[in-house]
């Protein structure tokens, strides 16, 4: 009984895993790739498209040895054998040719033209997906911090860090590949060179909001189907955008979504411990910058180098930042959470004034954020190369090193994570915006 159902768990791992079903899900979507269509099979087997099990990753840039395979669903009678310019598909007026908005962050690839069908979806998709990127995180905490509520704010980026320190240490002990292109379009490239199990895209994507959602019920007056559907939504909007974008199979998104489920549910009942330890406790800024600078050295011991260290490097580096702006804001009394009694908060009314409040503060608190950030950037990296005797004509080769990437994020973040909770109210307070 026991290994009929191991028997049947992996059969439906493997068949979740096959990318072959994100090319189908593509092309009902109205993505349709430009690979030429290959004119025989070869003898002695079939491609990687047809082996969906575990594979390693590519090291370097460009097309896969078997690019010539057309993208459509190989074996499959419902699906166009080829989803590209040839056979069936018309390039009209309603198709657009297109390529990857952001080149491959390691390598350099600039991805194959594709083509859009849908342009409502590849918008939509688009904009899921960049819920899960660098910059949304760098608006969206500040943000609520700043004009909401900053207690959720500091503790959602807790969980955040936590979320894509072991999701991304998770894909360097499993190390699959992103799905095989072709049959899949690349959409995206920029992630392109990591590992890819378990989406960390649909761990953020699903930790944020439902953390959001759990932290604000009861806090905060709203009606909780209101507020459990927009958790949903937006996950599910993330989740399945990283399936268009050809960058994960449906596997892997799933996994995604149950792994920050099980980390939601270790942290929900310690948050609060979390949080009152990092404001009250007089060591814990060395026990803050220890721990965190730990698990990054565990994290990028785990393999090569790859953009997914300076993601997991950047998320540490913002928690401890953070963290330790926390502390000062407590003990220098800055930090002023709303009384118990005064509970649940009700949203203001909307008035010009509580606009203009709530878009300057945004405007030169994010001003602040990103000056911080490209100074420290252009700063810290020549310092780095120069300690370490590496030449800094190249950024992008420098940032290979471990030790130029890892410090380089975790000082660079650390400082942004501290602007944004600390310094950023200072000044609101010192132009009266507070």
């Not at 598909?89 to 033209?113: F, H, M």
Request: net charge positive; with cysteine.
């Amino acid at each position: 009984m026991a290994n009929e159902f191991v028997k049947t768990f992996v059969q439906t791992c493997n068949y979740l895993q096959d990318p072959r079903h994100v090319a189908r899900f593509q092309y009902v979507c109205g993505v349709k790739g430009t690979f030429p269509v290959k004119p025989s099979k070869p003898e002695g087997g079939d491609s990687e498209t047809n082996c969906p099990g575990l594979r390693k990753r590519v090291h370097h840039g460009g097309p896969s040895p078997d690019a010539s395979v057309d993208n459509g669903a190989a074996g499959d009678a419902t699906a166009p054998q080829a989803n590209g310019m040839q056979g069936d598909v018309t390039v009209g007026p309603d198709t657009t040719r297109a390529k990857p908005l952001r080149r491959n962050s390691l390598t350099g690839d600039v991805g194959q033209e594709f083509l859009i069908q849908n342009k409502f979806l590849f918008y939509l998709f688009t904009f899921g997906t960049e819920l899960g990127n660098e910059m949304f995180f760098i608006v969206f905490f500040p943000f609520l911090f700043w004009n909401i509520d900053a207690l959720v704010s500091r503790r959602l980026i807790v969980v955040w860090a936590w979320n894509l320190f072991v999701g991304q240490s998770t894909k360097d002990m499993v190390r699959w590949s992103r799905p095989a292109s072709p049959p899949v379009v690349k959409v995206e490239v920029f992630y392109n060179s990591e590992y890819s199990m378990p989406s960390t895209h649909a761990m953020t994507g699903t930790a944020i909001p439902f953390c959001l959602f759990m932290l604000t019920y009861g806090r905060w007056q709203y009606p909780f189907l209101f507020g459990f559907c927009v958790a949903l939504s937006w996950s599910v909007l993330v989740c399945v955008s990283r399936v268009y974008m050809g960058m994960h199979s449906i596997l892997e998104v799933i996994t995604g979504f149950l792994f920050s489920l099980l980390i939601l549910a270790f942290f929900q009942p310690i948050l609060e411990q979390i949080d009152n330890f990092y404001m009250t406790n007089h060591f814990a800024p060395l026990v803050i910058i220890v721990s965190h600078v730990s698990l990054g050295l565990v994290a990028f011991s785990l393999d090569s180098w790859s953009t997914s260290r300076g993601d997991t490097a950047q998320a540490l580096g913002t928690g401890v930042g953070a963290a330790i702006a926390t502390h000062v804001n407590y003990q220098l009394g800055l930090l002023l959470d709303p009384p118990l009694s005064s509970l649940p908060l009700t949203f203001p009314s909307i008035s010009t004034r509580l606009v203009a409040l709530a878009l300057l503060r945004f405007l030169i608190g994010v001003g602040v954020i990103l000056v911080t950030r490209m100074v420290m950037k252009a700063v810290t990296i020549p310092f780095l190369c120069r300690l370490f005797g590496l030449p800094a004509d190249d950024v992008r080769q420098a940032r290979q090193h471990m030790k130029v990437e890892l410090p380089y994020r975790y000082i660079v973040y650390s400082v942004v994570g501290f602007s944004c909770v600390c310094v950023g109210p200072l000044i609101f307070r010192i132009l009266n915006l507070a």
